[in-house]
Structures are given as C-alpha cells and as structure tokens.
C-alpha cells in the first residue's frame, strides 16, 4: 500500500447527553469541561467506543483486551491496532491508531437532570401484604441491608430483607452540542513489528518479527473506517442515546504520515466554519503529493451551510473528492483503497 496516513476529521451533533463524566462529588456527574464550560469528550473515550464499534462487527479478531493484551500483532486486533504494555516482557507498542479528544464547540447552557432510583414495595412472607420496606424499617435506620429486620405494619411478623435496600439520589449535568473530533491511522505500521537487528553486537539494521499481508491490512483499515461511521459505545447510552456518527467528515489518505487535516473544520461558538481555514488547510494538504481528500456531509447542521457548500465546491477536483453524504465518503474511501491495492486506481 503506498499510502502512510489515513486522517479523519469530523463534526457531530449531538442531543443532552453526558458521553463521557467528570470526577465529580459522590452524588454528581460532572461535564468534562475545557475554555471555562465547553464540553469536551476525552481521546481515551474517543478510543473506547471505536474499539467497541470495531468489536461488535468483528468480535472474533480481538483476541483479547486491553487490561490483559496478549501481543499477537499479526492475529489480534487488539493488540495491533490500539497497542499494548506488556512490563513483564518488557514489551510494548505504540498504537497506529491516535485520537484527539471531541470537543464541544458552542457554549450552551448545561442542564441539571435528577437520577432517582425508587425502592419498590416487598412482600411479606406470613400475610403476603405488599408493604413498602423504608416504613418497615426500625427508626432511625437510613438504609437496610439484606437480611436486616423489618417489621410488617399489618401482621406485626418480623422478617429479614431479602436484599440490600436503599433509596438513591444523584444529579447528572447534561448539555447538547456540535463537537469535533479527529483520527489519524499510521497505515504503514499496521500488521507491522520491527524491531534492531544486532549481528557481531552490532547494529545491521532492523528486521521484522511481525508482518501482515496487504489484503489483511486492508481489512483492518475498513474495519476501522466503518467503526468510525457506526460510533455509538458512550457512557450512559441506555437513557441517554446520541447519534455520534459524523455529520461533517473530511478523510485523507497521504503518502507523507501528518496531521495536518485535523485542523480542517474549525466552528465558532456561533455554529460557523472558518472556510477560510477550511480552504487554506485543504490546498495545503493537497501540495504533499498524491494526496487524495473526500468530504460529505449532513445539511442543517452547520450555520453557514451555504457559505461552505460555496467553498467545498471551489476546491472540487479529482483530489478533492466531494461526496453525496459522510456514508458515501466513507464507502468511496474503501473502494479507493480496494482499488489501490489490486492497482486499478
């Protein structure tokens, strides 16, 4: 494969949610926050959902997990592509994959939301009254736990709980917003361990203790192209689901490994793109040669739509691919690299 760098940029919007809590007081989820209250979702997190994304299509290449990595680079997924720490071997690799963390660009309000969990009412077991276990309990007594006394008010039988009783209260800070995120895959380190090769206790070169086929690689580069389409795996999803696929995606594939396409979008806290910026940063990337750019996006997202519809279209040409939507960018991305590979493109 001649390409070294794959770079993805991307905005998403997202409804209230809390992706991804600060510390925080024992009864408070705090908003992670940056630049005096803009929320921000941190890289690690960023890592975690891909991983997660890449995992729930192609669960049987990760072999094992990050806590318990086992090193097989040229057969696990894990260990390949998000790298690992192995001190008892004295092993470690650095990962291909590098994620910035999603930062919230416009300054809304936060909103406050009350987690309550109830205590449901139990059954006594002489008279099989349902009785609400926290009336049942000796005064003074904030909480029960399993196999502690309670007493039924209608048979006057003495019982133990069943179960650890309690009522919880917390509070969750939640917020809406557009953030932006990037991604940078070192292409040529996938698949890949090289490591000095020593002859006479000296140094001649390296040589490889772990390589892939270019097929393989390109099955994991896709995987990961499509987990970042399909990105979902947050904190709190289950009450609080967002849709995290990206709305606004600008992808790069350079012979030369840079990140100079994560400063590709940047939003004021109005909601507009800098298209200047955009421009500028485009044509730059575009002067490394045989770099090829593919850009799609959702309408209504960003307030100056129009003013970049104008942009995008001015830097069209067979480098600057635009695309009908983030989906087709993707796919187009994939069939630019299968064709790469088998040399039709």
Same mark, same amino acid.
């Given at each position: 494969?001649?390409?070294?760098?794959?770079?993805?940029?991307?905005?998403?919007?997202?409804?209230?949610?809390?992706?991804?809590?600060?510390?925080?007081?024992?009864?408070?989820?705090?908003?992670?926050?940056?630049?005096?209250?803009?929320?921000?979702?941190?890289?690690?997190?960023?890592?975690?959902?891909?991983?997660?994304?890449?995992?729930?299509?192609?669960?049987?290449?990760?072999?094992?997990?990050?806590?318990?990595?086992?090193?097989?680079?040229?057969?696990?997924?894990?260990?390949?592509?998000?790298?690992?720490?192995?001190?008892?071997?004295?092993?470690?690799?650095?990962?291909?994959?590098?994620?910035?963390?999603?930062?919230?660009?416009?300054?809304?309000?936060?909103?406050?939301?009350?987690?309550?969990?109830?205590?449901?009412?139990?059954?006594?077991?002489?008279?099989?009254?349902?009785?609400?276990?926290?009336?049942?309990?000796?005064?003074?007594?904030?909480?029960?736990?399993?196999?502690?006394?309670?007493?039924?008010?209608?048979?006057?039988?003495?019982?133990?709980?069943?179960?650890?009783?309690?009522?919880?209260?917390?509070?969750?800070?939640?917020?809406?917003?557009?953030?932006?995120?990037?991604?940078?895959?070192?292409?040529?380190?996938?698949?890949?361990?090289?490591?000095?090769?020593?002859?006479?206790?000296?140094?001649?070169? +390296?040589?490889?203790?772990?390589?892939?086929?270019?097929?393989?690689?390109?099955?994991?580069?896709?995987?990961?192209?499509?987990?970042?389409?399909?990105?979902? #795996?947050?904190?709190?999803?289950?009450?609080?689901? +967002?849709?995290?696929?990206p709305d606004l995606v600008v992808i790069g594939l350079q012979e030369q490994y840079n990140h100079r396409l994560a400063s590709v979008l940047k939003l004021n806290?109005?909601?507009?793109?800098?298209?200047?910026?955009?421009?500028? +940063?485009?044509?730059?990337?575009?002067?490394?040669?045989?770099?090829?750019?593919?850009?799609?996006?959702?309408?209504?997202?960003?307030?100056?739509?129009?003013?970049?519809?104008?942009?995008?279209?001015?830097?069209?040409?067979?480098?600057?691919?635009?695309?009908?939507?983030?989906?087709?960018?993707?796919?187009? +991305?994939? #069939?630019?690299?299968?064709?790469?590979?088998?040399?039709?493109?």
């Amino acid at each position: 494969m001649r390409y070294k760098n794959l770079e993805i940029s991307w905005i998403f919007e997202t409804d209230l949610t809390n992706m991804n809590a600060g510390e925080g007081s024992s009864n408070l989820k705090e908003i992670k926050s940056y630049n005096n209250g803009l929320p921000y979702i941190s890289g690690q997190s960023m890592r975690h959902a891909l991983r997660q994304s890449m995992k729930r299509e192609h669960k049987d290449d990760f072999k094992c997990t990050p806590e318990y990595p086992c090193g097989d680079i040229e057969n696990c997924w894990t260990c390949d592509l998000f790298g690992y720490l192995l001190p008892g071997q004295g092993a470690k690799r650095w990962s291909p994959i590098k994620a910035s963390p999603a930062l919230g660009q416009i300054r809304y309000p936060i909103t406050t939301d009350l987690i309550f969990r109830m205590v449901e009412d139990i059954k006594c077991p002489e008279c099989e009254k349902r009785i609400y276990p926290l009336a049942a309990r000796e005064e003074g007594v904030k909480e029960i736990k399993k196999g502690g006394k309670l007493k039924c008010p209608k048979c006057g039988e003495e019982f133990e709980a069943p179960y650890d009783i309690r009522q919880a209260i917390a509070y969750k800070q939640l917020i809406k917003n557009i953030y932006k995120s990037n991604l940078s895959v070192d292409l040529a380190n996938i698949g890949l361990e090289e490591v000095p090769k020593i002859v006479d206790d000296k140094l001649d070169g +390296v040589e490889s203790i772990a390589s892939i086929s270019e097929q393989v690689k390109l099955e994991r580069i896709i995987a990961i192209l499509e987990g970042v389409y399909n990105l979902s #795996d947050f904190a709190n999803q289950s009450r609080e689901m +967002v849709n995290a696929s990206p709305d606004l995606v600008v992808i790069g594939l350079q012979e030369q490994y840079n990140h100079r396409l994560a400063s590709v979008l940047k939003l004021n806290e109005e909601g507009d793109i800098n298209t200047d910026q955009f421009t500028s +940063v485009i044509k730059d990337a575009l002067a490394m040669d045989n770099t090829k750019i593919f850009v799609g996006f959702i309408k209504g997202i960003i307030k100056n739509e129009d003013e970049l519809i104008d942009c995008i279209n001015d830097l069209k040409s067979d480098s600057f691919v635009v695309c009908d939507g983030p989906k087709d960018a993707f796919n187009q +991305v994939i #069939d630019w690299l299968n064709g790469d590979c088998d040399g039709s493109s």
